[in-house]
């Protein structure tokens, strides 16, 4: 898909967004931006990508001749990968503005390799996380300041909930093909993120960790 100059200048209207704040999410130089908003340069297909999915992460899509807000409230991720891509699409919401993402049901035990890197990546990147996790777990990759016991009636083994800007997303994991399925909306995700601190102030700290892998 090609966009141009214009359909950008307006995609970071309507996020409030400066040519800084652009530059920022795509790894680019302020005035490489600049360029390509004056059409002084063109940029190339990788570049036009990385600002696509900068918007699209932010709830702008393009379409013929402008932009909109997406319409898409809810996203289904498929695949083996589908964690791996929520958490890239985790990455550069938070990224930028070194948000938050909290977890809610989670076993670190169950992360392959290629999920610890990505924590490590975003960790490395000033990204925060906390995790609501099984009474009595000790198996924690992060400090265990990161981590709360949460009641053991809300603790549904493979039930994994991740809460990141305005998205909900849950990991189904029990059928034959993986998925998540992320909810993208304010409302629903501030509601998620009110009932994850209620529980995180009711519940315990783990004293220390046994894990032989850490972030």
């Not at 063109?42 to 990508?49: A, D, E, G, K, Y």
């Not at 409230?73 to 498929?78: C, M």
């Not at 009641?151 to 994991?173: H, M, Q, R």
């Amino acid at each position: 898909m090609l966009i141009t100059p214009d359909q950008i200048r307006a995609a970071r209207a309507l996020k409030n967004w400066s040519q800084a704040d652009l530059a920022r999410r795509v790894d680019m130089a302020t005035p490489s931006i600049g360029n390509i908003e004056a059409g002084k340069h063109t940029p190339t297909p990788q570049t036009q990508n990385a600002i696509i999915e900068a918007f699209e992460a932010a709830g702008i899509e393009f379409i013929d001749g402008g932009v909109r807000h997406r319409q898409d409230l809810i996203r289904v991720y498929e695949g083996d990968d589908c964690y791996l891509r929520l958490l890239d699409d985790a990455f550069r919401i938070l990224a930028p503005e070194k948000g938050e993402i909290l977890f809610s049901g989670s076993d670190e035990r169950r992360s392959p390799p290629e999920v610890v890197e990505k924590f490590r990546a975003m960790r490395r990147s000033g990204i925060r996380m906390r995790s609501l996790v099984k009474p009595g777990d000790t198996y924690l990759m992060g400090d265990p300041v990161e981590y709360r016991w949460m009641p053991g009636s809300l603790f549904v083994d493979s039930d994994v909930k991740a809460i990141f800007g305005n998205t909900v997303a849950y990991l189904i994991s029990w059928q034959d093909v993986w998925k998540v399925v992320a909810v993208k909306d304010e409302a629903i995700a501030n509601e998620a993120r009110r009932i994850f601190e209620f529980v995180w102030s009711q519940a315990k700290t783990p004293e220390k960790s046994t894990a032989d892998v850490l972030y």
